[in-house]
């Protein structure tokens, strides 16, 4: 984990290409002191590595972003509002690289899309 103590995964479920997973985030971490004081919000660059390391789990693979398409922040995740978000991840391996596609959601609210292309790291 990159960031440590910013998030947990409550839970993880794989089947076949599909990943589903429920994360908990820790709105007392210092990210949010500065991203915003008052008004935390979830850094974006942070969701990005929260994918990519589900990712990395549902593979079992170090992985290494190269493009990230389709991104779309539709809603602010406040942690101290929102602290548990769902993650979908649909999941493609093809020789060196790993393509995912990603639905972000808490409560029944879109909070972000995202296309990525990862490249393996041997």
């Known amino acids: 984990m990159l960031i440590e103590g910013l998030y947990s995964v409550e839970s993880f479920e794989k089947e076949g290409q599909s990943v589903t997973a429920t994360v908990k985030l820790n709105a007392a971490h210092d990210v ?30 170090m992985l290494f972003l190269s493009v990230a398409t389709n991104v779309k922040f539709m809603a602010i995740i406040n942690p101290e509002k929102n602290e548990t978000i769902q993650l979908k991840l649909t999941i493609t391996e093809e ?26 790291l041997t």
């Open 32 to 61: 949010f002191k500065g991203h915003f004081p008052g008004n935390p919000v979830m850094p974006g660059v942070c969701m990005i590595q929260i994918i990519k390391e589900l990712t990395e789990q549902a593979t079992e693979k």
């Open 95 to 120: 020789d060196a690289i790993v393509k995912v596609k990603n639905t972000t959601t808490f409560d029944d609210t879109l909070a972000l899309k995202l296309s990525a292309t990862f490249n393996i």
